[in-house]
Each structure stands twice: as structure tokens, then as C-alpha cells.
Nanobody, 123 residues
């Protein structure tokens, strides 16, 4: 079992930046690929970014490439999502997720989920 707790969300103006964190506990963090997803009101949960178990590979949705950066610190059992140049359409609840096998881009690929952190971008 893996427990995930996100933090770092908030209200920010368009063009601003945020760094989301996801602290993991339970099983060995380095065994898991990690992902970030987001869900806007009335929309499906969508893939944002993923990082491999060792941090060597990362993947991004086309909508966030060049603005979002995923990283992980195994010593702190934490995965991060650095968000720059925020847009109003980035407004959503952001979730981190853990997967026991390789990285995935579908929400069904992931086994464990956090409770989410709200990001609101004002125009």
C-alpha cells in the first residue's frame, strides 16, 4: 500500500508559477513510477505528466509541454510538479498517482492516488 499526499496548490494569477508536491509513504517509493493528473469541473481526469521509477524518463501531455516539469526526490519520497506560465485553463484539482510497473499516461494504469490539491488560475 502507498499513501500519497499532495500539497502546494492555491490561487495564482495567469502567468504565475506554482510547485506542487506529493509525499509518499508506505512501500518503497523508488519502486514506483509516478504521475500527475488533473480534473477540471465537469471534465474527465486527464494525464499531465509522468516520471519513471528512477527519474530517468519523463512524459508530458502536449498541453503542458514546456511549462510543466515533473521531478522526484527519492531521499524525501516526494514527487514534484513545477508549473510555469499558468493559464486559466490550468485550473483544476491536481492528483498524484503511483504505479508499480513502468510509466503510464492513462488513469487506469495507476494503482494509488492522493486526495488532490486545488489549483485556481485567475485571468
Amino acid at each position: 500500500q502507498v499513501q500519497l499526499v499532495e500539497s502546494g496548490g492555491g490561487l495564482v494569477q495567469a502567468g504565475g508559477s506554482l510547485r506542487l508536491s506529493c509525499a509518499a509513504s508506505g512501500r518503497i517509493f523508488s519502486n514506483y513510477a509516478m504521475g500527475w493528473f488533473r480534473q477540471a469541473p465537469g471534465k474527465e481526469r486527464e494525464f499531465v505528466a509522468a516520471i519513471s521509477w528512477n527519474g530517468a524518463s519523463s512524459y508530458y501531455a502536449d498541453s503542458v509541454k514546456g511549462r510543466f516539469t515533473i521531478s522526484r526526490d527519492s531521499a524525501k519520497n516526494t514527487v514534484y510538479l513545477q508549473i510555469r506560465s499558468l493559464k486559466p485553463e490550468d485550473t483544476a484539482v491536481y492528483y498524484c498517482a503511483a504505479r508499480g510497473l513502468g510509466t503510464g499516461t492513462r488513469k487506469d494504469d495507476y494503482d494509488y492516488w492522493g486526495q488532490g490539491t486545488q489549483v485556481t488560475v485567475s485571468s
